[in-house]
């Protein structure tokens, strides 16, 4: 395990897999980790992926979700094989990443009272694919989302969903229900907001933490954010009815169709009108992750030279946050 920490802010991260299992933030747990990876019977078991044994905090997927066209383990190598550290200090870490599509280079930084985890990867892409972030948040009694208005809204034919399957909504409300609000009840589904051009970010108010974790990416790289909602539906290992979970997910993909259909460009993702694969060449993508004391309804996130400023329902926020890293 590889740490990193500054003022307010500390990680830990396995070159093993590539997963960021531990971030704390203010002296806060900010994402959940599965309290598998220290169950020996779970990491010797070789039927379930690496991904899911290994599963922690946030990682990245290449491609997102099943490798139907390679036949390669679901979210790619980056999620399930060893990566190559290159350069570390104290507060930074490069590493690299091969893959069949191509090679990812990720560079993950802390800053001193910046309540911030910043992520840069660079993908030198042989080949096309979908590509995603992929931070899970615990909510022990709910909460609530926040981002700006879609361009549209996408469910699919999930496991054991609470919203309508295979809906579209150009607004919040799917089948009388508002995707914003995060399921308490037993489920497992999966949707996808489209996002509009612009700065793209996504809240998460968490109602018993009493904070909110946000998300942030530049749209014309990632234009949407699958949210993936589990809370006690899975009842086999590794998962024994874990609940709470939430994936905040922003990423360039076909939603939940398979990789074959984003390359195609043939997904229902793609018929709202924005780019489901990244192609051949270098992709350099900005990511952040924050999180803010208070459980909030944002309205509005702009970066403003130093800050992000957070307008919520009651007042506007400003967040240390170095404003080059998203221009």
């Known amino acids: 395990m590889r740490y990193l920490s500054a003022r307010g802010i500390r990680a830990a991260w396995e070159p093993g897999s590539g997963h960021l299992p531990e971030l704390v933030i203010d002296g806060a747990d900010t994402l959940w980790s599965a309290p598998w990876r220290d169950d020996p019977a ?21 491609p997102f979700g099943r490798d139907d066209r390679a036949g390669g383990p679901i979210h790619g190598a980056v999620a399930n094989a060893p990566w190559q550290i290159r350069r570390a200090s104290p507060s930074a870490l490069t590493a690299t990443c091969a893959t069949p599509y191509g090679r990812v280079a990720a560079t993950i930084a802390v800053r001193d009272n910046h309540p911030v985890l910043y992520q840069t990867h660079i993908l030198d892409l042989a080949a096309p694919a979908s590509f995603a972030h992929h931070p899970i948040v615990h909510c022990a009694a709910g909460g609530q989302l926040s981002a700006p208005p879609p361009r549209a809204v996408l469910t699919f034919d999930a496991e054991a969903p609470v919203f309508a399957r295979n809906a579209r909504s150009d607004g919040w409300e799917i089948g009388g229900r508002d995707l914003r609000e995060i399921p308490r009840e037993t489920c497992e589904d999966f949707a996808t907001i489209v996002a509009r051009p612009g700065l793209g970010w996504t809240g998460l108010a968490r109602h018993a933490e009493g904070d909110t974790i946000l998300s942030l990416r530049r749209t014309e790289q990632l234009p949407v954010t699958n949210v993936w909602m589990s809370s006690g539906a899975r009842s086999h290992a590794p998962w024994y009815g874990q609940r709470g979970l939430v994936g905040i997910e922003d990423a360039i993909s076909a939603g939940a169709e398979s990789f074959t259909v984003a390359r195609a460009g043939t997904s229902r993702i793609a018929a709202e009108g924005v780019p489901t694969c ?50």
């Open 42 to 62: 779970i990491q010797s078991d070789a039927s379930i992926p690496v991904v899911e044994r290994r599963l922690g905090g946030t990682f990245v997927c290449l």
């Open 278 to 327: 990244l192609p051949p060449g270098r992709h350099v993508i900005p990511h952040a992750i924050v999180r803010i004391a208070g459980s909030h309804e944002i309205l509005e996130i702009v970066s403003d030279g130093d800050a992000l400023a957070i307008t919520t329902a009651t007042r506007t926020l400003r967040i240390p946050f170095d404003g080059r890293h998203l221009a």
